[in-house]
T-cell receptor, first 118, second 113 residues
Framework: AQSVTQPDIHITVSEGASLELRCNYS??????LFWYVQSPGQGLQLLLKYFSGDTLVQGIKGFEAEFKRSQSSFNLRKPSVHWSDAAEYFC????????????????FGSGTQLTVLP | DAGITQSPRHKVTETGTPVTLRCHQTENHRYMYWYRQDPGHGLRLIHY???????DKGEVSDGYSVSRSKTEDFLLTLESATSSQTSVYFC????????????FGPGTRLTVL
């Protein structure tokens, strides 16, 4: 079965500092990987995704993530954090499902809450 | 915004009562999903649909049923609500025929007293 671990429940950084959020996954085949962000009281917004190809993927809001197969990791990074980045971040791994054959079932990590200090 | 609305947005109910949550989409997507979100658990898949009248169970389907009689609506029913079903429920759709990205609705906060 697939699983996702986000080791850091809560991270605090100062505005302007760099950020790295960790994500480790367990999956038997080539994974489909996602990062979502959720602001308080809101739904989830897709930041970026990895399906195949270049292992460094760029997303919205200046975020990027790097897929490292050897480490089963898909860490999210941002070089300079803004106060508006304070939110909860979720990593997810997807697999295709049967009998539909193409619906994607996502397994989410438990999330990392980001606090940004002025 | 993938054209997803959820209703109601908030609901308080009592243990043992039936509850139906509605997910409505306007863009004719084939694949739809219901998740629940609980602190410390992220989101967990309840049920999903891959077409009208075609549904399947997810990770935490016990106590829930779903129906999809038309493309635009995916209903989640709690036949007899329990306090353990207090949660935030999110609907999602997949674009480009299932094998692409899931986009989420705004959520429904359900409290079972």
């Amino acid at each position: 079965a697939q699983s996702v671990t986000q080791p850091d429940i809560h991270i605090t950084v100062s505005e302007g500092a760099s950020l790295e959020l960790r994500c480790n996954y367990s999956y038997g085949a080539t994974p489909y990987l996602f990062w979502y962000v959720q602001s308080p009281g809101q739904g989830l917004q897709l930041l970026l995704k990895y399906f195949s190809g270049d292992t460094l993927v760029q997303g919205i809001k200046g975020f990027e993530a790097e897929f490292k197969r050897s480490q089963s990791s898909f860490n999210l990074r941002k070089p300079s954090v803004h106060w508006s980045d304070a939110a909860e971040y979720f990593c997810a791994v997807g697999r295709t499902t049967f009998p539909s054959g193409s619906a994607r079932q996502l397994t989410f990590g438990s999330g990392t809450q980001l606090t940004v200090l002025p | 915004d993938a054209g997803i609305t959820q209703s109601p947005r908030h609901k308080v109910t009592e243990t043992g009562t039936p509850v139906t949550l509605r997910c409505h989409q306007t863009e004719n997507h084939r694949y739809m999903y219901w998740y629940r979100q609980d602190p410390g658990h992220g989101l967990r898949l309840i049920h999903y649909s891959y077409g009208v009248k075609d549904t399947d169970k997810g990770e935490v389907s016990d106590g829930y049923s779903v129906s999809r009689s038309k493309t635009e609506d995916f209903l989640l029913t709690l036949e007899s609500a329990t306090s353990s079903q207090t949660s935030v429920y999110f609907c999602a759709i997949t674009t480009n025929g299932g094998a692409d990205t899931q986009y989420f609705g705004p959520g429904t906060r359900l409290t079972v007293l």
